[in-house]
């Protein structure tokens, strides 16, 4: 029977899925050629992140990161508009959806330390644990230079987190778990210590974090 069954699968000129629903030979192809374009748009994505971080932004050339991902330095463009969309696709992919981490955890409704050792540990583990932290360090060393990405960095990533934040906050203040307004006011504060941590190498980034929340915040949980 298993042997009858290939043979009609074979003879009718259809590819099966996995869920046993038929592929035309033309969508095969299609899905294929899709499945490809992701992985080349991938290893742009991956050759400019080590490109960047090595050179900088404004020294990058897009001919190293063609050589670096494999491709012609014409399929780049197949992808990306410039460099600065390419760029732009980076903080999409890697960072955007880590704002969504920290922002699940920030509408939590569980006391406000708890939350601050969840998000120190998602940024141990999703930003200063990857390469993540090499596009935060660009934005930091070179954004001032580059004021279009620097807006876009701030647009798609840190309005996200100080709006989570500064609402958290409120919340916090509202049940007494703070009590210094200033820091609605100023959310930005309880960022500082990720920028000298992406800046700087080996360093104790969980104590340097909670030294920092715990001084900010109040009395509470020590280091």
Known sequence: MAGIRKQKLRYSGRAVTPSGRGLSA?????STRTTKAAAR????????LHEFSESGFAAARLDDVARR???AKGTIYLHF??????????????LVPVM???????????PLRTIVDQAIEIFVREIY??????????????GARFPSLAE????EVLA??????????????????ITDKALIRFPQLLGAASVLIVVWHGLDVRAILRLHFNRLLGAGSTP
């Open 26 to 30: 033309t969508g095969l192809a299609q």
């Open 129 to 142: 644990g990857t390469r993540r932290k090499e596009i935060m360090r660009l934005i930091i060393t070179e």
């Open 160 to 177: 996200r987190m100080l709006t989570a934040v500064r609402a958290r906050l409120t919340r916090a203040l509202e049940r007494g778990e």
């Open 41 to 48: 748009r991938a290893a742009i994505l991956d050759a400019a």
């Open 100 to 110: 969504g981490t920290f922002e699940a955890a920030l509408k939590s409704e569980l």
């Open 81 to 94: 508009k410039d460099k600065e969309a390419l760029f732009q696709d980076l903080v999409r992919t890697n």
């Open 69 to 71: 991902a494999g491709v």
């Open 152 to 155: 876009f960095y701030y647009r």
